[in-house]
Structures are given as C-alpha cells and as structure tokens.
C-alpha cells in the first residue's frame, strides 16, 4: 500500500519548485523540463519555417467544396482526430477517416468535392497507399503533413507542409512526442487561419458549442429574455390599481412604463411600490411611482455580460428589459431578462 501523503509534502508538490528532501530537483522533474522546453523550442522553429506552403493549404481548404477529410495512422491518426474535431467546432466541415479502414470500403466517405489532409512524420505509412491513390485518381485536393520532405506522402501532395528537422523528446528518439507535438500544433494553425478567413463569430462558435460551460458563457441576452406578452409593461397613464394587476399576472416583481410612443421611459419595482406606500398609490398614475430612465441591455449582449451589470451596480437589480434602439428618450423594449433566467442557465 503506498505511503499517505503529509501536508507538508503536499504543500511542497504544490509549489513552483519542487523539491526532493535534500534541496535537489527529481529526476522526474529534470526529465519533465527537459522535454517541455525541447518541444517548446521545436515550435518555435515551427512557427519560423512556415511559409507559402501554408498559404496554399490555407486556400485549398478554404476553397473545399465539401469537407476536409483526415487521416493518419497511429500516434498521427490521434492527432489527425483532435484536428478534425477542431476544424469542425471553428466552421470548416471535417471528418476523420482511418487509413486503414477507408482500404475496407470507407474510402466511400471521401468525396470528389473534399479536400484530404494526411499525417505522417516518416511520410511513407503504408496504410496511407490506397487513400493517396484514391485522391490522386480522382483529382482530391491532398495535403500533406509531414516530416520527410522526400517522402511518398509529400511527393505525392498537392500542398506539402513538411516539419523543420526536429528530434523526439523521448530520450530513445523512438516515440513520437516533439513530432506529433508540432503536428497538433500545427493543425491548430490551420484551423484559426481558416476560422479568421470566414470571419467566424463567437456567435457562430455558440452554434457549434451549445453544452457546458463554453455554451452558457457565450450565450446571449436574446436566447434568455422574454418577448410579447410575457414582458410586463404599462403606459406612463395607468393607474396604479391596474399596474399592481400586471406586476403580479407577470411574476417578475416590476413592470415597465411605456410612453405614448411605445418607447421605455421607466420601470416600477418593489422598491418604488414601498417608498409610495403611504402616497395615495393605487389612485396615482405609473408615471408618478416610476424611476425614469431604466437601465438596458441589447438582446446581442452577452448574457454574462447582462450578469455582471445587474450585480456591479451601486444597486444591485434583479431585472432589465431589453432595447436594441436606446434613444434619449428612451427606445422600445424588445424583451425582458430577469436574475431567474440567468440562474436557470447556469450563470448566477
């Protein structure tokens, strides 16, 4: 059984430097370094050996009439599937298709219109044959990722991005680490340059992200509010009497006051019910109760956005309609959004 761990030990293997009892580093902290920076310094490298060939990828995949298929075997082929998921979160349609089974019938999967990305760092794979024939017999555009740049993958590539010489990390040279490293890394690349050619949106990458905690931060005042009906309003004229009756059918504790232009001039809450108790209130008019000049948001402002305006406030408040034409004199509610929505959202 392994020995329990002391709080003074603990703490040690929290801090910045850890070390061993007598003040030296570990061999597995020397052996961590070691690889980090050796990777570290191969993108570096990476990043500067790019060129015009990154370009031509760049516009071949941009220009793909049906997806971006990848492919790779291997430590290559786990690469290739966390790029083909990347590429399909930021807006470019992408699938991953093992080298292998595409020499069983899923060959079927690529089409004409897509263009292949292929990984290898010895570039020639055998389990990549069959698919480079595919595309150079049907005129697939073919990108090639590799490290050898006389390779079969790479001479046989439309686009050839070869890596800059590099060793692995692995004290052997034997197991791919800085190697499939600068790959991923360089997929990255590829899928923000064509994420920034489309002009995608953090609104477009809300379409694509609808779960988890990524999905509820970019998440818009516009998906949360309530329209028509459901927003609580009553003109600057109505009585008081009647104006209670739309704070509670509503349920949200406060009621908007509309001028005669339809415009949001004022808001009545709670706190302006109890300051007029004692004023004759039910005979007065909205207009009278209200606090002129509300705050609101946009329904495009982000919902934590809306969050943090509602709670940094001298004074706090549990609700804001919604404007997408404020004026200065005050521009039409197009909704509604209360502290109970954001909660249900998982954002308060």
Do not use: W
Request: aromatic share 2%; net charge negative; proline share 6%.
């Amino acid at each position: 059984m392994p020995s329990p761990v002391l709080p003074s030990q603990a703490r040690a293997a929290s801090s910045s430097e850890p070390l061993t009892g007598n003040g030296t580093e570990t061999p597995a902290l020397v052996a961590a370094r070691r690889v980090l920076r050796s990777e570290s310094e191969a993108l570096i490298q990476l990043a500067d050996s790019l060129g015009p060939a990154l370009d031509a990828a760049v516009a071949l995949m941009h220009g793909c009439q049906g997806r971006v298929t990848v492919t790779g075997m291997g430590k290559s082929g786990h690469v290739g599937r966390k790029i083909a998921a990347t590429l399909a979160s930021t807006g470019t349609l992408a699938q991953y298709v093992h080298p292998a089974e595409a020499s069983h019938g899923d060959l079927g999967m690529v089409c004409r219109d897509d263009v292949v990305l292929a990984l290898s760092n010895s570039g020639d794979t055998p389990e990549l044959t069959d698919i480079i024939a595919y595309t150079r017999r049907f005129g697939i555009g073919l990108i090639g990722l590799t490290s050898r740049a006389e390779g079969a993958l790479a001479q046989s590539s439309d686009v050839a991005l070869v890596l800059p010489p590099h060793g692995e990390a692995c004290p052997l040279g034997l197991a791919p680490t800085t190697s499939t490293t600068m790959m991923m890394a360089l997929g990255d690349a590829l899928a923000v340059a064509l994420l920034e050619a489309r002009g995608f949106s953090a609104r477009d990458f809300q379409v694509f992200h609808p779960g988890g905690q990524l999905g509820r931060v970019l998440l818009r005042v516009g998906d949360l509010m309530h329209a028509g009906d459901r927003m609580p309003l009553v003109t600057a004229d109505t009585p008081m009497s009647r104006t209670l009756i739309e704070i509670s059918s509503k349920g949200f504790g406060c009621a908007g006051i509309l001028n005669g232009a339809g415009a949001l001039v004022g808001i009545i809450t709670d706190g302006d019910l109890r300051r007029h108790m004692a004023d004759g209130l039910l005979t007065r008019p909205a207009s009278d109760i209200m606090t002129p000049a509300p705050r609101t948001v946009r329904s495009s402002t982000l919902a934590v956005e809306a969050l943090h305006l509602m709670n940094a406030s001298d004074r706090p408040f549990t609700a804001v309609f919604v404007v997408d034409d404020p004026q200065p004199a005050g521009g039409q509610p197009v909704g509604f959004l209360h502290m109970h929505d954001l909660l249900r959202a998982g954002l308060a």
